[in-house]
């Protein structure tokens, strides 16, 4: 690979109009299959509720198929919403996947519900109260302790700590499980800076994000995670053969997201439909801020490496949404030729 960062893959298992969960969830695999023999490096789904575009409502589920089915790339959550489950069963999950398949699995968590508030209402067991931004940074360092790696009884929590024993009941024989902050706010970059660990910033979601990558340098802390920050960009990004079609398969996406501001949720209109609704709607278009990166195979790569740039990013993510499994296929085929990627040997 000649590019100065490493190429991921974000995946939000989209639901095609006239299609099922279940063709998605098979798409998922069929896609992570062709990632891990493409050669990139990390394949990690993302976790949304109560839409019925994206089928990725429990990542934790998927991930023990996916990292059944490849064989190389790290698997991981983009991410798990942490305020939605206790800290222990997180824990216990990925200690469990990572038994699966040692020394691939990876968590990335996030603050946000993923979804609205009614339907974060309704995830909680106790509705009595919300889940406040002061709660998160407490529950984050509570399954930081049960997954420190460090063989010290106790190791991050207390001796007399009454949860301390439970860390040695997690299942083992997996490797370490390597913790990720996900965030498109300043508050995610000042509490993965301070708590010294790797960073993935959405910019597919904010892309103002730039400031973000500088406060979680500047706050950062060399800890035993991490000796020198990390930073990880997710962009959206589609590729073809031409740019034009590129920009065809960018409009269901664009359609898509265009309802969602007016809170009307839709599953993922054909690319025929969303063109012509588009070209009736040319407000939906302008209103967008988002950062989308289409065109040929070199004409994203050229827009990856610009965002790259701005971020210092160590790695990129791709992730898209389009109704066609094919194009998407060919999407991540094509980029895999333009950086020249090479699946590593995998070790006996």
Same mark, same amino acid.
């Given at each position: ?47 949304? +509720? ?31 919403? !942490? ?9 216990? *999950? ?12 990876? =968590? ?6 993923? #979804? ?10 106790? %509705? ?11 529950? =984050?360092?509570?399954?930081? $302790? ?14 007399? +700590?009454?949860?301390?024993? =439970?860390? $040695? ?22 509490? $993965? ?19 973000? $990558? ?8 060399? #800890?035993? +995670? !991490? ?31 265009? +309802? ?20 009736? *709607? ?18 994203? %790569? ?31 085929? !094509? ?5 020249? !990627? ?7």
């Amino acid at each position: 690979m000649n590019a100065p960062y490493r190429l991921s893959v974000l995946d939000q298992s989209p639901i095609a109009a006239g299609s099922t969960a279940t063709q998605a969830l098979q798409n998922t695999l069929d896609l992570a299959r062709l990632c891990d023999d493409l050669g990139y490096h990390r394949y990690w789904m993302a976790e949304h +509720h109560a839409t019925p575009a994206l089928a990725g409502a429990a990542p934790e589920a998927l991930i023990g198929p996916v990292s059944q089915v490849t064989k190389r790339m790290r698997i991981g959550s983009g991410g798990i919403m !942490l305020p939605h489950y206790s800290p222990f069963k997180v824990a216990e *999950t990925f200690k469990m996947l990572a038994a699966l398949a040692p020394d691939r699995i990876d =968590l990335g968590l996030g603050r946000a519900p993923g #979804s609205d508030q009614r339907t974060a209402l309704a995830m909680r067991q106790d %509705r009595s109260r919300g889940f406040g931004a002061e709660d998160f940074p407490a529950a =984050l360092n509570e399954l930081l $302790a049960y997954l420190d790696d460090r063989t010290e009884e106790g190791a991050g929590l207390p001796d007399d +700590h009454v949860f301390a024993p =439970l860390r $040695a009941t997690l299942p083992s024989g997996g490797g370490a499980v390597p913790v990720w902050l996900l965030g498109s706010s300043p508050d995610s970059a000042v509490l $993965a800076g301070r708590l010294g660990l790797p960073y993935a910033i959405a910019d597919f979601i904010n892309p103002d994000g730039v400031e973000l $990558a500088k406060l979680y340098r500047d706050m950062f802390v060399p #800890s035993r +995670h !991490l000796d020198a920050p990390q930073v990880l960009a997710t962009v959206w990004a589609i590729a073809a053969d031409t740019a034009e079609e590129a920009q065809r398969l960018s409009a269901p996406s664009a359609m898509m997201f265009a +309802h969602l501001t007016r809170g009307v949720l839709i599953p993922v209109p054909s690319i025929e439909e969303a063109v012509d609704w588009l070209a009736s *709607t040319p407000a939906a278009l302008s209103m967008r801020r988002r950062r989308v990166i289409t065109g040929t195979p070199a004409e994203v %790569r050229a827009g990856i490496d610009r965002v790259a740039e701005l971020y210092g990013a160590h790695e990129m993510m791709v992730v898209n949404i389009m109704p066609d499994h094919a194009a998407r296929r060919r999407c991540y085929e !094509l980029l895999a030729a333009e950086y020249k !990627l090479a699946a590593a040997p995998i070790p006996a």
